[in-house]
Nanobody, 115 residues
Framework: QVQLVESGGGLVEPGGSLRLSCVTS????????MAWHRQAPGKQRELVAR???????DYADSVKGRFTISGDINKSTVYLQMNSLKPEDTATYYC?????????WGQGTQVTVSS
C-alpha cells in the first residue's frame, strides 16, 4: 500500500520560504515519478513540480526559479523548497505519485502566504 505523508506547511509572509516534505512508503521514490500539486480555493488542482526516476525535473512556469523539488532516497522523502513566496502561492499542496497503474495522493498540507 502506497502512503504519502506531507508536512512543512504553514503561514509565511510574502518573500519568505518554506520547505515541504513528503515521506513515502516502500521503495516509491527513485522508481516512480514524484510530484507536488496544489489547489487553491475555487481553482483546479495544478502541477507545481515533478521529479522523474532519473532525477530530471519539471516546473510550472509560475514557480520556475523560486521552487526546487528534490529527494533523499535513503529517507524515502521528496522535498519542495519554496522561496520568494507570493500570496498567489497560497494553496493546499499535495504529494503525488503514479505507481502500478494508479495515482496516489497525500492528505495535503496548507501553505498560506500573507502579511
Amino acid at each position: 500500500q502506497v502512503q504519502l505523508v506531507e508536512s512543512g506547511g504553514g503561514l509565511v509572509e510574502p518573500g519568505g520560504s518554506l520547505r515541504l516534505s513528503c515521506v513515502t512508503s516502500g521503495r516509491i521514490f527513485g522508481t516512480n515519478i514524484m510530484a507536488w500539486h496544489r489547489q487553491a480555493p475555487g481553482k483546479q488542482r495544478e502541477l507545481v513540480a515533478r521529479i522523474n526516476p532519473g532525477g530530471s525535473t519539471d516546473y510550472a512556469d509560475s514557480v520556475k526559479g523560486r521552487f526546487t523539488i528534490s529527494g533523499d532516497i535513503n529517507k524515502s522523502t521528496v522535498y519542495l523548497q519554496m522561496n520568494s513566496l507570493k500570496p498567489e502561492d497560497t494553496a493546499t499542496y499535495y504529494c503525488y505519485t503514479f505507481h502500478r497503474g494508479r495515482a496516489h495522493w497525500g492528505q495535503g498540507t496548507q501553505v498560506t502566504v500573507s502579511s
